[in-house]
């Protein structure tokens, strides 16, 4: 690409920087209870500290349970129906539950607020979508870069939402003494913060899923009638909302089934998910646990501030080196060699850290090397987390086409979710079983040999996935002058709008009696030139 159309083909900022927005509005209510939740079971829920670990995994755990049915219903309406009212509703609910977490005075009640948070919050499934919706068309070419940059901000909203928790726990609010509940203000503080989320969507998001409108606004519209309808809207019209959402989901289920490339990219994908949630959750349990027990006996502040550590590498990584990475050996080698084995390298580096941080004295907590050894142990944890899950998502969303964004990464999401909460789950328990043995540092170890075994199976996988990673086929194409004319229309190898409508009306038309025969051949053809005409491409402001 020449410099004078790199000049003419800016990096599209303005919509996806509302997007990192929703996500930060919603990432930080939910990943500020993360740090004092240990001690929040401890003293507030007198839970034993031989079980801790399991107790833990169970109430991380209870939002990714119920993101299984959430994630996956939501993803595929906001398919047929648009993004912006389910991403409004999903981040007023984050903000509510987190503030009903506050007032969890019972170990039950607690879980129950994160249950239902998990159902009716699908806000990341959502914003995967949307960036679907973003980098349709010439504008794949950003593609790894945006879902990077979705990565990043998620990793920044788990550092801002622990630095929160650092702020603000045990403080009170004005003259309101809080020191009877130090976990309030915190989770006051990050309601407003998804309010305000939700407020700024619903003034300045503009819808991005331009393909709802194709057949389907007309046939969800009330105020559509009959009058200048194609056969197959009036066909369709039989059929209540309800129907048509569920017979459409059910083609894209079959469709899904059918795809061998989703189908790998989903078992990386899960695998993933649940290596993470069993990290984030060791670090967690790890960073708490009495030195006396060969922990690291961190306070709720000062894991808020290990994660802002995190944050801060997430930001400088993306910023510096991201685009360089998967420019030069591709999405999926990324994710192999600078995904699995800098993550594996940091857990090792991270369990060894109880050799060295205890014994820089009493105050170990605020020594200069404690920091500095924390800090350089992040390098290779936040690379390997910034290559694995967002690599992967751009590959997913290259994999689904244009009009399945929201039911495909929703899929792969919801499910994920379930592999997100066994994580912690499992995680914590044997946690809890390596510190009955003094050696809670086994956990990390399990977690290399893991996060290995992705990256060796990425890589025996790279020759079968590689008709889609984008980058890989710019980077080898030296007859390209312009970056964008190589990208893989991976459209192409997908369903047309036209096949997936009428396999819509082949599931209703034994509703419709016979009169799903009587179009004649002229108006077959006449429908089939209108529905082959290009759909209209998710622009860019």
């Not at 755990?61 to 993101?67: A, C, N």
């Not at 990043?152 to 809080?178: E, H, P």
């Not at 290259?398 to 909460?421: D, H, M, N, P």
């Not at 499992?426 to 040999?449: D, E, H, Y």
């Amino acid at each position: 690409m020449s410099k004078e159309a790199k000049k003419n083909d800016p990096f599209p900022w303005k919509k996806p920087l509302l997007v990192y927005f929703a996500v930060l509005s919603n990432m930080i209510p939910n990943l500020l209870i993360n740090p004092f939740i240990p001690s929040m079971l401890k003293e507030r829920y007198k839970i034993s500290p031989d079980v801790l670990g399991v107790y833990t995994g169970i109430l991380q755990s209870s939002f990714e349970i119920t993101q299984l049915f959430g994630g996956f219903y939501l993803g595929h309406v906001s398919d047929l129906l648009g993004r912006k009212l389910l991403l409004v509703l999903s981040l007023f609910s984050s903000a509510v539950c987190i503030f009903l977490f506050g007032f969890a005075f019972s170990y039950t009640f607690s879980v129950v607020v994160q249950l239902v948070s998990g159902l009716i919050n699908a806000t990341s499934v959502l914003t995967d979508a949307i960036m679907g919706d973003l980098t349709q068309g010439e504008n794949m070419v950003h593609r790894p870069r945006l879902f990077g940059f979705l990565g990043a901000t998620t990793a920044l909203g788990r550092g801002l939402g622990s630095l929160l928790t650092s702020l603000t726990w045990g403080k009170s609010l004005g003259s309101i003494d809080l020191r009877s509940n130090p976990y309030f203000l915190p989770c006051f503080v990050g309601s407003i913060i998804g309010l305000l989320g939700s407020v700024v969507v619903a003034i300045f998001y503009k819808e991005t899923n331009k393909w709802r409108s194709i057949g389907f606004k007309k046939l969800l519209s009330s105020k559509n009638s009959n009058n200048g309808a194609t056969h197959e809207e009036s066909l369709l019209m039989t059929s209540t909302k309800t129907k048509i959402i569920w017979k459409r989901l059910k083609i894209g289920i079959k469709e899904i089934l059918k795809d061998r490339t989703l189908i790998k990219l989903y078992f990386l994908y899960w695998a993933n998910n649940f290596l993470n949630g069993w990290f984030f959750n060791a670090i967690l349990l790890y960073g708490a646990l009495n030195t006396k027990k060969n922990g690291l006996g961190f306070q709720p502040r000062t894991i808020g501030f290990v994660f802002v550590i995190f944050a801060f590498w997430a930001l400088v990584y993306q910023l510096a080196f991201a685009k360089k990475a998967f420019k030069k050996i591709g999405v999926i080698r990324s994710y192999a060699f600078l995904g699995g084995i800098p993550i594996s390298i940091g857990a090792l580096l991270f369990a060894s850290t109880v050799l060295y941080i205890p014994k820089f004295g009493d105050n170990y907590q605020k020594n200069f090397f404690t920091w500095l050894l924390l800090i350089v142990i992040f390098i290779p944890i936040t690379v390997g987390f910034l290559s694995l899950l967002p690599n992967l998502n751009t590959l997913i969303s290259t994999a689904a086409g244009k009009q399945r964004q929201g039911l495909i990464l929703g899929s792969g999401s919801s499910i994920g979710s379930v592999f997100r909460s066994l994580g912690p789950l499992l995680g914590g328990s044997l946690f809890s079983a390596f510190q009955s043995f003094n050696f809670p540092q086994l956990v990390f170890i399990l977690l290399a040999i893991l996060y290995l075994l992705c990256a060796l199976a990425a890589y025996l996988l790279r020759n079968s996935l590689s008709s889609i990673d984008n980058y890989k086929l710019i980077s080898n194409n030296s007859n390209q002058n312009d970056d964008q004319s190589v990208l893989l229309n991976s459209d192409s190898e997908r369903k047309t709008d036209s096949e997936l409508h009428l396999d819509l009306q082949s599931e209703t038309g034994s509703e419709s009696g016979s009169g799903s025969k009587s179009k004649s051949k002229s108006e077959s053809e006449s429908d089939s030139e209108s529905e082959s005409k290009p759909e209209p491409e998710a622009e860019l402001d």
